[in-house]
């Protein structure tokens, strides 16, 4: 069982077709997958409370910390998405040894630039994920 270092590790985003990389990107934190359930307990159950599979899964949402560089064509790309709204692909680069990928579509972005005297421009990006993430080693 390997131990994936992190160091190396890429987000990126579609941008004409090309998955570009999110220069100076600081943390990922990838989708939260999760398949759902619903209460399925029944007045005549017994006292233990029951849930069922409801047969959907989602992909949640996605986040990241980077130094922002508004000039920076990957940073401008999500600037772009958010003041013109539209789905976007994105794309993280895992560096185990097949180069494992995680692909997911984002429907709605969300840019919080953060100004601090002692620290760098820096901005945490996060996403709602559409659909279900598709990994591939």
């Known amino acids: 069982m390997a131990k994936i270092q992190c160091k190396g590790?890429?987000?990126?985003i579609d941008i004409a077709?090309?998955?570009?990389?999110?220069?100076?990107?600081?943390?990922i934190k990838?989708?939260?997958?999760r398949s759902l359930d619903f209460d399925s307990t029944t007045l005549d159950g017994g006292v233990g409370m029951t849930?069922?599979?409801?047969?959907?899964?989602?992909?949640g949402e996605f986040e990241s910390e980077i130094?922002?560089?508004?000039?920076?064509?990957?940073?401008?790309a999500i600037t772009d998405n958010i003041t013109t709204p539209a789905e976007t692909s994105w794309q993280i680069l895992f560096v185990n040894a097949g180069a494992s990928l995680l692909d997911f579509d984002v429907?709605?972005?969300?840019?919080?630039?953060a100004v601090d005297m002692k620290d760098g421009l820096k901005a945490s990006v996060k996403g709602n994920v559409s659909g279900l993430p598709v990994i591939t080693v």
């Open 9 to 12: 590790t890429a987000l990126k």
């Open 17 to 27: 077709t090309v998955y570009t990389a999110i220069a100076q990107a600081i943390s």
């Open 30 to 33: 990838p989708p939260v997958m």
């Open 51 to 59: 849930k069922d599979v409801s047969g959907y899964g989602e992909g």
């Open 67 to 76: 130094f922002w560089d508004p000039e920076l064509a990957p940073h401008a």
């Open 107 to 113: 429907a709605g972005l969300e840019l919080s630039p």
